[in-house]
């Protein structure tokens, strides 16, 4: 167990759906990252908070937002949702800036299916 | 952005002999190079990682080496045991910030 929980762990909805992931990092860390894992490929970067602000982003749709709470849990919003957007969606958390780049720690992933 | 590529993606090896899987990546500024693991239906998990201001970093049987100037970085595990069979990722970042992954490694160990 990594300390980083997301929730569901199984999404299952239609297209043109909005769903909302769930992540609370590891106590104490401040930065979290979120990735996108579709069928036999690697792990996409999508977009990274620091302590409630966006740090840096990567190949994030537009149809897709994040944010990152006071109490730092974040939350990843997918809408519009297509087929191809059936993947294995990943959070992960570090202690962030000030430990310098250090070990992300991944939370069990959320499966979304999209019919 | 940083682009990272890695080789092979798949390879099979005989217990106890060596496995290298190697990583190229694009932007000078990336300073952080983690491997990762991840068995079938898991989580990502740190194996070993690597800074730029290091040339090489072993863990027991894992190593990883890192060439600055070719950009490019290895892991090496040696004496591998079927336990290791799973996809190896490296991934390269700019000070902690984007993390960007390669396409990952099937590992293979045969008994």
């Known amino acids: 167990d990594s300390g980083v929980t997301q929730t569901p762990k199984h999404l299952i909805t239609a297209t043109g759906q909005r769903v909302t992931l769930r992540c609370s990092p590891r106590s104490g860390d401040l930065s979290v990252y979120w990735y996108q894992q579709s069928l036999d490929q690697g792990l996409q970067f999508l977009i990274q908070y620091y302590n409630g602000e966006e740090r840096a982003k990567g190949n994030i749709l537009e149809r897709f937002s994040a944010q990152q709470f006071p109490d730092l849990h974040s939350e990843l919003n997918l809408s519009s949702l297509e087929l191809g957007d059936s993947a294995l969606y990943f959070c992960?958390?570090?202690?962030?800036?000030?430990?310098?780049?250090?070990?992300?720690?991944f939370g069990p992933g959320t499966r979304l299916t999209v019919l | 952005g940083e682009n990272v590529e890695q080789h092979p993606s798949t390879l099979s090896v005989q217990e106890g002999d060596s496995a290298v899987i190697k990583c190229t990546y694009s932007d000078s500024a990336s300073n952080y190079f983690p491997w990762y693991k991840q068995e079938l239906g898991k989580r990502p998990q740190l194996i070993i990682d690597i800074r730029s201001n290091v040339g090489e970093k072993k863990d027991q049987r894992i190593a990883v080496t890192l060439n600055k100037t070719a950009k490019h970085f290895s892991l090496h595990i040696t004496e591998t045991q079927p336990e290791d069979s799973a996809v190896y990722f490296c991934a390269a970042s700019i000070k902690g910030n984007q993390f960007y992954f390669g396409t990952g490694t099937s590992l293979t160990v045969i008994p």
């Open positions: 992960a958390s570090s202690v962030g800036e000030a430990g310098g780049p250090g070990e992300q720690f």
